[in-house]
C-alpha cells in the first residue's frame, strides 16, 4: 500500500481544512486507517483512526468533536475534516495504514505517508 496525503495549507484559526490520504493497492478497503501528526519539536502523536469496515472510529482527545475522519472506498481515500482549528493543530499531518486493526499506535502502522503541514494562524 502506498499512501499519499494532501490537502494541507494555512488557514487562520476557526477556519476548516480537509486532509485527503489518497491509497494505492487493491487491499485498502482491508486496511484499518490513521492520521498522526507532527508539531514543531514534539513527537508525532495520534489523532485519529477508523477501522476497515469504517463503522467503528477512533479520536484523540484533543481533537474530539472538532476532527472527523472517514474513508471513500471505491476513490480509496481517506479524509480528516478539521473544524475550528486552533494554532495548536499546527502540525505536519501524516496518513498510515494498519492491515490488522485500528489502533492509537504508531508501531503498529506498517505503511506511512509523506505528511501534509497545516499551519493555523491566530
Known amino acids: 500500500v502506498q499512501l499519499q496525503a494532501s490537502g494541507g495549507g494555512l488557514v487562520q484559526a476557526g477556519g476548516s481544512l480537509r486532509l485527503s490520504c489518497a491509497a494505492s493497492g487493491r487491499t485498502f478497503s482491508m486496511y484499518a486507517m490513521g492520521w498522526f501528526r507532527q508539531a514543531p519539536g514534539k513527537e508525532r502523536e495520534f489523532v485519529a483512526a477508523?477501522?476497515?469496515?469504517?463503522?467503528?472510529?477512533l479520536y484523540a482527545d484533543s481533537v474530539k468533536g472538532q476532527f472527523t475522519i472517514s474513508r471513500d472506498y471505491a476513490k480509496k481515500l481517506v479524509y480528516l475534516q478539521m473544524n475550528s482549528l486552533k494554532p495548536e493543530d499546527t502540525a505536519v499531518y501524516y496518513c498510515?495504514?494498519?492491515?490488522?486493526?485500528?489502533?492509537?499506535?504508531?508501531?503498529?502502522?506498517?505503511?506511512w505517508g509523506q505528511g501534509t503541514q497545516v499551519t493555523v494562524s491566530s
Open positions: 498510515a495504514a494498519d492491515p490488522a486493526h485500528y489502533s492509537a499506535y504508531e508501531h503498529e502502522y506498517d505503511y
Open positions: 477508523i477501522e476497515w469496515g469504517g463503522s467503528s472510529t
